[in-house]
């Protein structure tokens, strides 16, 4: 499994300074959270993560790119934004790779590397 494969995911949610969002894809190397008040581009965030089965866990990231509802970048996402993991502990990592595994079967996500790229 590639960090850049992503799966959509339903039981997924996570936390971003006390307010609760919808994750709508997963990867082990980022996720994309539906929000109506995303953060700046380029912001460093702490999301605490919610897999259905687990205890809920923090991931660091950079906010990497905004779907704005004024000019999507991916019409197939709702509005939101995309976080880019650049820390994650190595069991809460193993976590996310088996939830992904376990969902392997479902819908595949086409790679937004390049939503994503020099953002």
């Not at 205890?55 to 996402?77: C, M, R, T, Y």
């Not at 994650?88 to 996310?96: E, G, M, Q, S, Y």
Request: with cysteine; glycine share 10%.
């Amino acid at each position: 499994m590639k960090a850049s494969e992503r799966y959509l995911v339903e039981d997924v949610s996570c936390e971003l300074n006390g307010r609760q969002m919808a994750v709508a894809n997963l990867s082990v190397g980022g996720l994309f959270v539906a929000s109506d008040d995303p953060p700046i581009q380029g912001q460093v965030v702490a999301l605490e993560i919610r897999l259905q089965g687990r205890e809920p866990f923090v991931v660091h990231g950079q906010v990497s790119w905004i779907n704005a509802p004024d000019q999507p970048k991916a019409p197939g996402l709702p509005q939101g934004f995309g976080v880019k993991i650049t820390r994650v502990a190595f069991p809460d990592k193993l976590a996310i790779l088996d939830f992904l595994k376990r969902r392997r079967s479902g819908a595949r996500v086409e790679p937004t590397s390049r939503l994503t790229r020099g953002r």
